[in-house]
Structure formats: structure tokens, C-alpha cells
């Protein structure tokens, strides 16, 4: 069944992003955790069926935007209703965890493999050459994943920070090893 070779594919690609060296090896993907709370059976009993969540964070959408993705490729293209107490709920989510403050994860930026890795102080240098620039160096004030890394550093390159792919994924390895987080259910 497709869904299920989506979600056993799914795993792979999580367990082969946990490595540091792995993650620079495929094109970089999002991943989206299930939530917990109410949403997360509205979510699995009327999202999955034809493909996973990953590709949320692909957008960073208000309320009128997540309805309309819910109203046209689902609602009225393939006829995916919701009841309107658990549209209510999913919009909640959708909107509180990819709204337009979020940064959207990049969908063609395919993350080159690297050799070398960064120290503390190379990378304490890095930062203060290539992003105080336009302000302080901000990484000390948060906590992510090597995507949410990926997603943020890709994010300053487009408002002009300069980064070669090779240190984006230097910076990512780095940030995910000193800022990263604890994986968590
Ligand atoms: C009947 C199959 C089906 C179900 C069930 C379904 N989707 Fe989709 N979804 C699709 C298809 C097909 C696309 C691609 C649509 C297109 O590009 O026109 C899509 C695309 C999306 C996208 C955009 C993905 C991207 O790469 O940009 C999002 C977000 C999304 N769906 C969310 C949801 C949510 C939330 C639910 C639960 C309410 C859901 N889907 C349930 C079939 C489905
Ligand atoms: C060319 C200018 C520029 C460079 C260089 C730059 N940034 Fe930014 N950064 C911005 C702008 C613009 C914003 C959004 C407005 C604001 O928060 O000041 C921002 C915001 C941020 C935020 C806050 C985002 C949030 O969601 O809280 C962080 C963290 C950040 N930058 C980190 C970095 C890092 C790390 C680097 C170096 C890799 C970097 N920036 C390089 C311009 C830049």
C-alpha cells in the first residue's frame, strides 16, 4: 500500500537524519512530529490516508490560506470533509505551528555531503563574520533540530547573509550538536 511504504520511507529518512553525517547525504526534507492533544487524531483519522505530514512545513500560511489548501486540493478536488469542530481544530494547529511568522522549510535545497566539521571556536568566528553583519548573534537564544537549522540559516541567506551550501551544512552540523534539542514525543 502506498501510504505505508510513504510512512516505512519516512522512518528510513528519519533514522538516517539523526546521524550528523547523514543528514548531508539526500536532498534535505522537513519533519513534521505528530502532534499531541486533540489534533492528533483529527490528523490521523482524515490526513494520512493519502500522504504524511512532512510536507506542511513546506508552508508558512495564514488561517485563510490554510482553509483555502484544505477547501480546493482537498475539500473540492477530492472531496476530504472534515467535521467542522475538528476543521476548527486542525486550522488551530496548522496555523499556530506553519503561520506566516514560521519560516517555511526550502523544497528544492539539496544539502551537499561535508568532510570537515566545525569547532566551537571556528564556529563562534564563523557567526561573528558571517551574520553579525545585521545583528547580534542570535543562536544563543534558541533551540532546534538540524532541519529547523537548516530551515532558519537558509532563510538569512535569502534575506543575504553569505553562505556557500558547504557552510550552510557546516553551521547546520554545528548548530544541531551545540543548540540542538532532545529528541522528544
Ligand atoms: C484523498 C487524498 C488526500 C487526503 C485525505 C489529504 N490530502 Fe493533502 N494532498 C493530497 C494531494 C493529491 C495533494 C497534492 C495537491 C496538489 O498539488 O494539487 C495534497 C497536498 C497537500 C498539501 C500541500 C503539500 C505540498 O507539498 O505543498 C498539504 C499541506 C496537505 N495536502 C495537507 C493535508 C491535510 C492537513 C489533510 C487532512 C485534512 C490532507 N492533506 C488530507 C491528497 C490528500
Ligand atoms: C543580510 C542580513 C542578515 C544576515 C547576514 C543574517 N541575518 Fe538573521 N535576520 C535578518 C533579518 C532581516 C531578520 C528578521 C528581522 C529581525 O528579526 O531582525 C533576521 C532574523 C534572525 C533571527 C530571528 C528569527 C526568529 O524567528 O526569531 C535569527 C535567529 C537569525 N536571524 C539568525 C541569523 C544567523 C544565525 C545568521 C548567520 C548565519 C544570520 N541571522 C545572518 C537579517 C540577517
Same mark, same amino acid.
Given at each position: 500500500?502506498?501510504?505505508?511504504?510513504?510512512?516505512?520511507?519516512?522512518?528510513?529518512?528519519?533514522?538516517?537524519?539523526?546521524?550528523?553525517?547523514?543528514?548531508?547525504?539526500?536532498?534535505?526534507?522537513?519533519?513534521?512530529?505528530?502532534?499531541?492533544?486533540?489534533?492528533?487524531?483529527?490528523?490521523?483519522?482524515?490526513?494520512?490516508?493519502?500522504?504524511?505530514?512532512?510536507?506542511?512545513?513546506?508552508?508558512?500560511?495564514?488561517?485563510?490560506?490554510?482553509? %483555502?489548501?484544505?477547501?480546493?486540493?482537498?475539500?473540492?478536488?477530492?472531496?476530504?470533509?472534515?467535521? %467542522?469542530?475538528?476543521?476548527?481544530?486542525?486550522?488551530?494547529?496548522?496555523?499556530?505551528?506553519?503561520?506566516?511568522?514560521?519560516?517555511? +522549510?526550502?523544497?528544492?535545497?539539496?544539502?551537499? &555531503?561535508?568532510?570537515?566539521? +566545525?569547532?566551537?571556536?571556528?564556529?563562534?568566528? +564563523?557567526?561573528?563574520?558571517?551574520?553579525?553583519?545585521?545583528? &547580534?548573534?542570535?543562536? +544563543?537564544?534558541?533551540?532546534?533540530?538540524?532541519?529547523?537549522?537548516?530551515?532558519?540559516?537558509?532563510?538569512?541567506?535569502?534575506?543575504? %547573509?553569505?553562505?556557500?551550501?558547504?557552510?550552510?551544512?557546516?553551521?547546520?552540523?554545528?548548530?544541531?550538536?551545540?543548540?540542538?534539542?532532545?529528541?522528544? &514525543?
Amino acid at each position: 500500500m502506498l501510504s505505508t511504504r510513504f510512512f516505512v520511507l519516512s522512518l528510513m529518512a528519519a533514522a538516517l537524519l539523526t546521524g550528523a553525517q547523514a543528514q548531508a547525504q539526500s536532498a534535505a526534507r522537513p519533519q513534521v512530529r505528530l502532534p499531541s492533544g486533540a489534533v492528533r487524531s483529527v490528523i490521523l483519522n482524515n490526513c494520512v490516508s493519502c500522504h504524511g505530514i512532512d510536507d506542511y512545513a513546506f508552508h508558512a500560511l495564514d488561517r485563510d490560506g490554510w482553509q %483555502a489548501i484544505l477547501d480546493g486540493p482537498h475539500k473540492q478536488q477530492r472531496g476530504v470533509t472534515l467535521a %467542522a469542530t475538528d476543521e476548527a481544530l486542525l486550522l488551530d494547529y496548522l496555523t499556530d505551528k506553519f503561520g506566516p511568522e514560521s519560516v517555511p +522549510f526550502p523544497r528544492d535545497y539539496v544539502a551537499p &555531503e561535508i568532510a570537515d566539521f +566545525f569547532s566551537n571556536a571556528d564556529a563562534r568566528v +564563523f557567526l561573528q563574520r558571517t551574520c553579525a553583519e545585521c545583528h &547580534e548573534i542570535r543562536v +544563543f537564544e534558541h533551540r532546534k533540530d538540524a532541519n529547523g537549522w537548516r530551515a532558519l540559516v537558509l532563510d538569512m541567506r535569502e534575506r543575504g %547573509a553569505r553562505l556557500s551550501d558547504q557552510n550552510v551544512e557546516k553551521l547546520v552540523e554545528w548548530l544541531a550538536r551545540a543548540r540542538g534539542i532532545n529528541p522528544v &514525543e
